[in-house]
Structure formats: C-alpha cells, structure tokens
C-alpha cells in the first residue's frame, strides 16, 4: 500500500511541474495492459479499455479485463519425490472475466510532448467468474514410478508429484456470476499525439453471490475460508494508441 501510494503521489507532483496552457486534444483511445494485484500471482492478467471523448473533460469507457484470481491463503510446496510445486489443499482456479462500463475524467491536462496526464478511472460492470478444478499428478504408490493427473480432491501429500498441466479441466469448469466496481488514477506519460504509454493504479472489489471453492485447507490439515469478496489494490501498465 505505501508503494502504491507513493507512485500515485510521484505521478501528481509530475503532472502539476509540467503543466502547460498548450495540451493536445484527441478523440478516442485504446489501450491494453499487464496487471499486477494482490489477489494475483507475479502476473495477474490482462486488460482491454476503449474510451471516447464526451466532453472537455470526461471519457465514455468500455473495459475488458482477464484475470487470474487466488485465495490468500495459498502456499506453493514441494511434492514428496519429485522435487515440483503445487498448492496444497487447493481445490479450483478461478478465472475472472470482468466487463467494465466506466468514465474516466481529466484531472491534468498533458502538454505537447512533455509532462504527465492524470485522470480519475471509475468503473463498474458484471463479473464472470470461470471456476475450473485444479489438476495434480498423482502416484498412488509414492514412488514416481506411475503418475496420473486427476482433479485434486484431498488426496495424501505423498502422493502428489506435482501440478497437473496449463488449463487442464477447463472443460468441466462452472460459471460463479458477480461484478466488480473499480476506482483508480491513471497516468500516461508518453510523448508521441498518437500513441499511449503509462500505468493505472487503483482499488478494484470483486463480489460473487456466493463464496468461490477454491481451497479446502492450507498447510497441513488447517481448514481456510474461501471469500465471495476480494478486494485487491492494484498497478497496470499499459501502451495503446489515440486518434
């Protein structure tokens, strides 16, 4: 959170230095980004936003984001023989495709070639919630002689010999509907009229009409809550065009 906060202060201070009565006006803008949160792992998905002018000051936008969502409480362990990672005691990924309606408005407006635009991001919009079991390999024998991949349902740690693969189990996946609600501040710091290049930096809540299974306990036999809530801070960096 302080890091957080020290970027969005950096970006206004930047903004109010470089400001200029010359600005530059454009039309329409879209952008896409890699997000990192604190419900995602080292990357936590990706992002599509398309905005248009409706005044001097405000933007229409329309928002697609795709994301990987984790319980907090999730702890990647080595398996007993095999020397590979899984998360014990998870029981399904939960993929959030999240669809935005939105305004963005104009705090600070950018020079021509220099200085940095802000705006204030304020979304809202359903949430589709991808919940699709979570695969491991097996060996029932303990040995890593004879592996299998099968949806993990509480089966001994000396049996997992790892992760099962990328998407497996896709196809039994079940949908979990809710929305989400975003406010955040946005900072585009290229110097090119036609392209755009910057980050955003915000507070965005996930709510699903009922608790997502993604865990059955933790480390060891330590049941864990699964939430129908999830609040993440968030920073996503973007490039896009202007017209």
């Known amino acids: 959170m302080k890091k957080l906060a020290l970027i969005i202060f950096w970006g206004i201070s930047c903004a109010l230095h470089a400001q200029t009565n010359d600005?530059?006006?454009?039309?329409?803008?879209?952008?896409?980004?890699?997000?990192?949160?604190?419900?995602?792992?080292?990357?936590?998905?990706?992002?599509?936003k398309k905005a248009r002018r409706l005044n001097d000051k405000i933007?229409?936008?329309?928002?697609?984001e795709l994301m990987n969502v984790k319980n907090p409480h999730e702890v990647r362990m080595s398996a007993y023989n095999s020397g590979s990672f899984f998360i014990w005691g998870k029981t399904n990924y939960l993929y959030a495709i999240r669809l935005q309606y939105g305004r963005d408005r104009i705090l600070f407006k950018k020079g021509p070639q220099q200085?940095?635009?802000?705006?204030?991001?304020?979304?809202?919009?359903p949430t589709i919630g991808v919940v699709t079991p979570y695969y491991v390999q097996v060996?029932?024998?303990?040995?890593g002689i004879y592996t299998y991949n099968t949806p993990y349902n509480g089966q001994p740690y000396t049996y997992i010999q790892g992760?099962?693969?990328?998407?497996?189990?896709i196809g039994q996946s079940k949908i979990q509907m809710g929305g989400n609600f975003?406010?955040?501040?946005?900072?585009?710091?290229?110097?090119?009229?036609?392209?755009?290049?910057?980050?955003?930096?915000?507070?965005?809540?996930?709510?699903?009409?009922?608790?997502?299974?993604?865990?059955?306990?933790?480390?060891?036999?330590?049941?864990?809550?699964?939430y129908s809530l999830y609040p993440t801070v968030f920073l996503t960096i973007f490039y896009g065009s202007r017209n």
Not at 23 to 48: H, Q, R, V
Not at 115 to 125: I, L, Y
Not at 163 to 169: D, R
Request: glycine letters at 16%; hydrophobic letters at 40%.
């Open 59 to 64: 933007f229409e936008t329309f928002g697609l």
């Open 182 to 226: 975003k406010v955040a501040l946005n900072f585009e710091l290229g110097v090119v009229k036609s392209q755009v290049t910057g980050f955003e930096a915000g507070f965005l809540l996930d709510a699903y009409f009922k608790k997502v299974p993604l865990m059955g306990f933790g480390p060891g036999t330590t049941p864990v809550e699964n």
């Open 139 to 143: 060996d029932p024998t303990g040995q």
């Open 115 to 125: 200085g940095v635009e802000v705006k204030a991001v304020f979304a809202v919009g």
């Open 163 to 169: 992760t099962g693969n990328l998407f497996e189990g």
């Open 23 to 48: 600005s530059y006006d454009y039309t329409s803008e879209f952008n896409w980004g890699i997000n990192k949160n604190s419900y995602g792992g080292l990357i936590g998905g990706f992002t599509l």
